[in-house]
C-alpha cells in the first residue's frame, strides 16, 4: 500500500499562493532586528482566562487560550500558515499507509517532562483517551471522538485507528488541544493539584496564576527545542475589551496583545506597531439551533439572515475595516467557488417573518454572546436592524465564557456568537455539519450535504474536493445554519521590541521563538 506522510490537506503550492500566512511589520518579525537574543520578559494581553490549566480543557486558537497551551505543553505537531504543510515540534512523523484509517505518530528521540519525567507515547495515549471523555468537557471531544484505538507500541511510537479514514486527521491534531500533551502522573493528582503545578514540555513552565489576575510563566531550560524559549518569562493578562488592551499595549501596561478585531489591528499598524495576520476561509458567525425551536424552521433562519444587512454590522462594530464575506471559501482559497451565501434582502425578510407570524410561528429567539466588547457589539447591531421589522422579537443575553460554551455544548441555544474558521475546510465543515457529528453543534442534517461532505473528506485530489466542497457550499447557502457577518482576522499586535511572531491553527501563537531587542 502507498505511504503518505501528511503534509497539508491541500498541495503546497496550491495553498502557498492561496494563504497569505503570517504577515509581519515593524515588531513581529523584522529582518532588520538581526539574529534573537536571549533573555528579558514580556507581558501578553489575551481574550479569555481559562478555567483550567489542564491541555484537554484549553482552547487551541487565536482568540482563547493558543498561546498559553504553547507556552506550557509545547506542540506535537503545527502547520504552516503560508503552505498549510505540517510541521513537527515534539513529534517526528505521522504517516498513513491505509488511506488514512490507522495512523503511525513518532515521537522525538529522549524527550522529558519539565519534571525530568519521560515524555513517550503512553504519555500521549493517555491524554488522547482522556479527551475523550465527555464529562470533561473537552472542546476537542468532537475531534478525539474520530479516534477508534491507540496503542503504544514502542516508547516513540503511537499507532492508532479512526472509525473511518481521513486522510488529512494530521490538521485535527495541530488545530486542537490533541497537540498538547502533559505529564498523566500529574493529571492524575486532581485539576486543583494541577492546576497548582501542570507539568508538560513546552517552553515555559508555571510560576504562578492569581486568578482574574495574572498568569506568570518562566523559561524551561530543559525545553528540546535549544537554544529556544529566548524569554526568560511572559506575563498573560486578560482583557476581553479590545480597546483596552490596545490602550494597555499603547501607554506600555503590555508588550504583546492578542487581536480579534481588524478595526484595532489597523489602528495600532497605523501607529507604528508590529501587527501580524493570518489569512483564513470561514469566519465569524452567529450560528442558528436548528434542532429546536424556532431556528428548526428553515423560513426563520431564512428571514434573519436575509434582515441583515452585514455592512451596516461591519460600519457598526468593526468600522468598516472588517472583510463581510459573501461566499465561505476566501477568495484566495483553491476551494474557493463563487457560490453566494444569502445576501441582504429587507422585503424578502419581512414576506417571511410575516409568513410565519400567519401561520401562528411569530418570531421571537434570544442571542447569547461572549463577554467580549466585540461579541457584544455584534448581536446588538443584529439587535438594532430586527427592531426595525414586524413579526420578530430578538433578545440577547450576555454570558461568560464559561456560560456560553457550556450553552453552546448542551446545544440549549437558540442562536449564538460562534466561530467556524478553517485554513483547510477538513476536519471542520465535517466536524460542525456532518449528521452525527460529535461537532455537530447546530443540529444541521441534511443527506445531501452530508455528502458531499464525505466527499471532500475522501478525496485527495484537489480539483475533486473544489467540486465537492462547491457541492457543500450551495447547500449551506439554502439551509442558512449561520450568518457569517465577518471574516476571522487572526492578528498579533506587538511593540517594537517585540520579534519573532509566529502563528499556525487557526492563529494559535507559538511563544518559544519570541525574543525581546
Not at 484566495?332 to 424578502?348: E, N
Not at 499586535?493 to 502563528?503: E, I, R
Request: hydrophobic letters at 40%.
Amino acid at each position: 500500500m502507498r505511504t503518505v506522510r501528511i503534509v497539508a490537506a491541500i498541495s503546497a503550492v496550491l495553498l502557498a499562493a492561496a494563504c497569505g500566512g503570517t504577515d509581519t511589520t515593524s515588531g513581529g518579525g523584522d529582518a532588520s532586528a538581526g539574529p534573537p537574543q536571549s533573555g528579558g520578559a514580556i507581558t501578553l494581553l489575551q481574550v479569555s482566562e481559562p478555567r483550567s490549566l489542564d491541555p484537554a480543557v484549553l482552547s487551541n486558537g487565536f482568540s482563547t487560550n493558543g498561546a498559553l497551551g504553547n507556552a506550557l505543553y509545547g506542540a506535537l505537531i503545527t502547520n504552516d500558515p503560508k503552505t498549510g504543510a505540517l510541521a513537527y515540534g515534539l513529534a517526528q512523523s505521522l504517516t498513513s499507509a491505509d488511506g488514512g484509517k490507522t495512523w503511525v505518530l513518532k515521537l522525538r528521540a529522549g524527550l522529558k517532562f519539565s519534571d525530568g519525567s519521560a515524555f513517550d507515547a503512553a504519555a500521549v495515549k493517555y491524554n488522547w483517551d482522556r479527551i475523550k471523555d465527555p464529562k470533561l468537557g473537552s472542546q476537542s471531544l468532537s475531534t478525539a471522538a474520530y479516534i477508534d484505538a491507540t496503542e503504544a507500541t514502542d516508547t516513540q511510537t503511537l499507532t492508532f485507528t479512526l472509525r473511518a479514514p481521513v486522510a488529512n486527521f494530521g490538521q485535527g491534531i495541530a488545530t486542537t488541544s490533541l497537540t498538547w500533551i502533559a505529564s498523566p502522573a500529574a493529571l492524575q493528582a486532581g485539576q486543583q493539584a494541577f492546576d497548582a503545578k501542570p507539568i508538560g514540555a513546552g517552553p515555559f513552565t508555571l510560576t504562578s496564576w492569581t486568578r482574574q489576575d495574572k498568569i506568570v510563566v518562566a523559561r524551561n531550560a530543559s525545553y528540546f527545542d535549544a537554544p529556544k524559549p529566548y524569554l526568560n518569562s511572559i506575563t498573560f493578562r486578560t482583557n476581553g475589551d479590545e480597546n483596552q488592551r490596545l490602550a494597555t499595549l499603547t501607554t506600555g501596561g503590555g508588550d504583546l496583545m492578542i487581536s480579534i478585531n481588524p478595526q484595532y489591528a489597523d489602528k495600532a499598524e497605523a501607529s507604528g506597531l508590529g501587527v501580524a495576520r493570518q489569512a483564513i476561509s470561514g469566519g465569524n458567525v452567529l450560528l442558528f439551533n436548528m434542532a429546536q425551536a424556532p431556528f428548526d424552521d428553515q423560513r426563520a433562519r431564512a428571514a434573519v439572515t436575509k434582515a441583515i444587512d452585514l455592512n451596516a454590522v461591519n460600519a457598526a462594530v468593526y468600522s468598516g475595516k472588517g472583510i463581510v464575506p459573501n461566499t465561505l471559501f476566501d477568495s484566495a482559497s483553491p476551494f474557493y467557488s463563487d457560490i453566494k451565501l444569502t445576501g441582504y434582502d429587507k422585503t424578502g425578510a419581512q414576506t417571511l417573518f410575516d409568513e410565519l407570524a400567519k401561520a401562528g410561528k411569530p418570531l421571537s429567539f434570544t442571542m447569547y454572546s461572549y463577554p467580549t466588547s466585540e461579541s457584544k457589539a455584534v448581536v446588538q447591531a443584529i439587535q438594532a436592524q430586527l427592531s426595525a421589522y414586524k413579526n420578530v422579537t430578538a433578545k440577547v443575553e450576555v454570558l461568560d465564557f464559561a456560560g456560553a460554551a457550556a450553552k453552546f455544548a448542551q446545544k440549549q441555544y437558540q442562536a449564538i456568537i460562534s466561530g467556524i474558521t478553517f485554513l483547510d475546510p477538513e476536519i471542520t465543515l465535517w466536524q460542525n455539519l456532518r449528521t452525527g457529528s460529535p461537532g455537530n453543534y447546530v443540529g444541521i442534517s441534511d443527506p445531501q450535504l452530508d455528502t458531499a461532505l464525505d466527499a471532500g473528506r475522501a478525496e485527495t485530489d484537489v480539483a475533486k474536493r473544489k467540486d465537492a466542497y462547491a457541492d457543500a457550499q450551495t447547500r449551506i447557502a439554502g439551509l442558512n445554519p449561520f450568518i457569517t457577518y465577518v471574516r476571522s482576522a487572526p492578528a498579533i499586535v506587538t511593540s517594537k521590541k517585540v520579534h519573532g511572531v509566529a502563528l499556525y491553527g487557526v492563529g494559535s501563537l507559538l511563544v518559544d521563538g519570541l525574543w525581546v531587542k
